[in-house]
């Protein structure tokens, strides 16, 4: 009499658990375009608010200068010391505290957040975009938004230092500071720009 053996259950590998984090990250980014409008309209509001502080509150205290964050020309060690100077000890504690350690700790974030967004919402209009694998589309959308990310948050760490401490302040590390600024504007442009022709693109297809 023969016994039957149970039969031996198929044993399937294990995932790697870098590839389910991955298309785990994949979805979430690729999930991102969805809230595309509501992301808009957060960083929109974020950004009055801030406009708001810098001109209603930043430039009484500079007595009429501009914060060194938005000239996106940049600017000399001379006009950066003239800032630092009119602002004061005071007023540096209250624009350090109230814009770097507040509005524009995030913002750099949740704009990136919604430049990624955006690309994706756009790409997706276009034949050669949404034939791309969805971890490609999500790759490009960092590669053309991080860079800016990057430069934004070490500007903000160079001016913050300026501002808590003044002895810090010299042709050096103004001109960096000024050099990082000038950076982060023309590394916005690039996801602004695609975005741009993306749109103009679809309306175009749907025309």
């Known amino acids: 009499m023969t016994s039957r053996l149970p039969a031996k259950a198929r044993i399937i590998p294990a995932e790697p658990e870098q590839y389910g984090l991955g298309r785990s990250l994949t979805a979430t980014i690729l999930r991102l375009s969805r809230h595309a409008a509501a992301l808009c309209f957060l960083s929109a509001a974020v950004f009055i608010a801030m406009t708001a502080m810098e001109f209603f509150y930043f430039r009484q205290l500079s007595g009429g200068l ?27 504690e209250i624009v350090l505290v109230w814009h ?35 971890q ?20 903000n760490l160079a001016v913050a230092r300026l501002l808590s401490d003044f002895l810090s302040a010299n042709p050096d590390s103004l001109a960096f500071a000024s050099a990082l600024i000038v950076t982060k504007f023309a590394l916005l442009a690039v996801p602004v720009i695609v975005i741009a022709a993306f749109w103009l693109a679809g309306q175009k297809r749907q025309a």
């Open 100 to 134: 770097y350690l507040t509005f524009d700790l995030f913002f750099p974030a949740l704009l990136s957040v919604t430049l990624v967004s955006l690309i994706l919402a756009t790409g997706r209009r276009l034949q050669g975009f949404r034939r791309l694998p969805g």
């Open 66 to 92: 501009p914060s060194l964050d938005i000239r996106y020309l940049g600017f000399t060690p001379d006009q950066g010391m003239a800032w630092l100077t009119a602002l004061g000890r005071r007023g540096g």
């Open 136 to 155: 490609m589309q999500s790759i490009l959308a960092l590669i053309l938004v991080l860079p800016y990310t990057l430069a934004d948050y070490a500007q």
